[in-house]
């Protein structure tokens, strides 16, 4: 490789530097980083330190269009060529023998010159004596400096020609009818994928690279799966007959649903069709419709084994939130999910991070080993969806430490709690779709708060003060709280409270309606060293705004 050339980045290069899916090799990063129209490919290896890997690395960047060389190293490594064969055809021309020749020579034209046995088009090497003549009837110049080779040197004729060919080249290619062959591509992809595809339009595309471009494809009889665009790297070679070997293929603008993604070759339990075979598929905004809700957009790349099925595929959404990563299994699509920062679509809270095994399968999606950061705390549980008729969803899980006051402003900002909460919590919904199954939960846990305070409700002042007494507002510390609470539809049942406050216990029930409004009935006992005194109270109220009223 020549040290002193100069390369820049394509425009594919500098989206490249901007995704990077697109470029995710270390070394060919690195160093496509690293070109700026500016070093050189010596400049390069110096700041690198490694000229294998930067000539290399080079060479797969410039093939995969990423780079290319600077205009002014290409013209000047074309003048370098052309002045290189000019230099060899002028060294050639002196040893030819296309002139005439003459054994004796004559005077001609008042010209004291004559052309040699070695002469190179007529024209004399060795200058001669005044006193000889060229040979009467001999042109002194064969060729003259105004013949049409000096006037049209060899590197016009090149670059000429080189443009005409270009130019068929790019004209072709811009007005063949590609579009008849819409049929047959159609064809092929059905086969391929094992269900009905529709192509709204086929294209090459030149540059930055020939692409062949399939736009506003549409899979299944329903149609109700869209691929924006299938972009075909090399298409040269698939021309003629198959079977077709193709390095990478480009999806953008995906919407599949769930049960066409699990029927696809690269996840199926079946290969792809012999005549075809992909190295790579990289993924641009792709959607998967679990029912009636799509997932965020997932951006990645798929390796494919030999028979079409996936060895690897990664994707994560455009904020890194989420990532997902995919691989084929007889009984569906195996995944591994990695969460940071991530909020559910309809969730009141974020995942702080989440670790989970999934499998998603026709009509259904099942979580399982899920450990997630959520809350202040730690959730750990299983999750199922299906949406073979409507909606239904089930769950169960395991709750440690998390912050009472992050779990009552999510679900009930007007309760204000503090401490750590745990216990058991199990989840069933059933809907039309999933607006309507998020609007159906029903839920049980068996709670147990540890070292904190409940805000709006004092147990202390209303033993106290006994009989009679109407309580509004304070607070009650207590060292620990159990209660088993029921969710239907909005509506929340405390059953079998019990709250440990040291000389000061209480026990009770209450409901806590869709509209804030509270009911509930308590019984506090107040100890001391000499006596103890039970106190029954009413809860009553809004949550924002609560009393305890002592009975008579």
């Given at each position: 490789?020549?040290?002193?050339i100069?390369?820049?980045?394509t425009?594919?290069?500098d ?6 899916t ?5 070394n060919?990063?690195m ?5 700026d129209g500016c ?7 110096a700041k690198?330190g490694?000229q ?7 060479k797969?960047?410039e093939?995969g269009?990423f780079?290319?060389?600077?205009a ?10 052309s002045?290189?064969l000019?230099?060899r ?6 040893f ?15 010209h ?6 070695f002469?190179?088009?007529g024209?004399?090497?060795?200058p001669?004596?005044?006193?000889e ?18 006037r049209?040197?060899l ?9 005409l060919?270009?130019?068929?080249a790019?004209g ?9 062959f ?10 391929m ?6 192509v709204?339009e ?25 691929i ?12 003629g ?11 953008s603008?995906?919407?599949l ?12 339990a079946?290969?792809?069709a012999?005549?075809?075979?992909i ?10 419709a679990l ?5 965020p ?7 494919l ?5 996936a060895e ?12 997902v990563?995919?691989m084929?299994?007889?009984q569906?699509?195996?995944l591994?999910m990695d969460?940071l920062?991530w ?6 809270f ?8 999934g ?6 999606l ?5 450990e997630?950061?959520v809350l202040?705390g ?6 199922l969806?299906?949406?073979s ?11 440690s430490?998390?912050?009472g ?5 999510a679900f ?8 750590d909460?745990?216990?058991a ?21 068996d ?10 409700l004092d ?5 106290r003060r006994g009989?009679?007494?109407v ?6 510390r207590?060292?620990k ?6 969710i ?6 405390v059953?079998?409270l ?13 409901t806590v309606?869709t509209d804030?409004?509270v009911?509930g ?19 009553s ?6 009393s305890l009223s002592a009975?008579?």
């Open positions: 490789m020549d040290p002193a100069v390369y820049v980045k425009p594919v290069g989206e490249a530097v901007r995704q990077s697109r470029v995710v090799q270390r060919l990063r160093v496509l980083l690293q070109v070093l050189s490919v010596e400049e390069l290896i690198i490694n294998r890997l930067v000539e290399g690395a080079l797969e960047l093939d269009g780079i290319t060389v600077s002014e190293a290409q013209a000047a490594r074309a003048e370098k060529r002045s290189s000019v230099e055809f002028s060294a050639i021309s002196q030819s023998t296309f002139g005439p020749q003459s054994a004796s020579p004559v005077a001609h034209s008042g004291s010159q004559a052309t040699s046995s002469s190179s088009f024209k004399p090497i060795f001669l004596a005044k006193s003549a060229v040979p009467p009837g001999i042109d002194e110049e064969v060729l003259p400096a105004d013949s049409f080779m000096s049209f040197p590197r016009r004729w090149l670059i000429g020609a080189a443009g060919l270009l130019l068929s790019l072709g290619l811009f007005l063949y009818p590609y579009e008849r819409r049929p047959a591509i159609e064809g092929s992809l059905s086969r994928l094992g269900t009905q595809v529709k709204g086929v294209q090459v595309v030149v540059f930055p690279r020939p692409r062949l471009s399939l736009s506003d494809v549409r899979l299944g009889n329903a149609s109700d799966s869209r924006a665009l299938i972009s075909v790297g090399s298409p040269y070679v698939l021309l007959k198959g079977p077709y070997r193709i390095t990478d293929v480009e999806l603008g995906i919407s649903s769930a049960n066409q993604l699990v029927d696809l070759p690269m996840f199926g079946r290969p792809m012999a005549e075809w075979s190295e790579r598929v990289l993924v641009e905004r792709a959607t998967v029912g009636d809700m799509s997932t957009e997932f951006s990645g790349e798929v390796l084994k030999k028979d079409g099925t690897k595929a990664a994707f994560r959404t455009a904020d890194g939130g989420l990532r990563a995919a084929s299994s007889e569906g699509v195996m591994n969460a920062g909020k559910p679509v309809a969730m009141p974020a995942f702080d991070s989440m670790q989970a095994e499998l998603l399968q026709k009509n259904r099942l979580l399982q080993k899920v997630a950061s202040g730690i959730l750990r549980g299983n999750w969806v299906d949406w008729a409507g909606m239904v969803m089930a769950g169960e899980g395991s709750l430490r998390l912050d006051r992050k779990v009552t402003a009930a900002p007007s309760l204000r709690l503090e401490g909460v745990g216990g919590l199990r989840m069933r919904a059933t809907g039309e779709g999933w607006q309507g199954m998020l609007g159906n939960i029903e839920a049980s846990l709670a147990e708060l540890g070292r904190g305070m409940l805000t709006g147990l202390g002042e209303v033993a009989a009679g007494a309580v509004r507002s304070g607070a009650t207590f060292d709280l159990n209660a088993h609470l029921d239907a539809k909005g509506r929340v049942t059953r079998g019990q709250l440990d406050a040291g000389l000061m216990t209480a026990s009770g029930r209450a309606e804030g409004r009911d009935v308590l019984s506090v006992v107040a100890r001391s060293s000499v006596s103890s005194v039970r106190v029954p109270a009413r809860i109220g809004q949550l924002s705004d609560m009975s008579n």
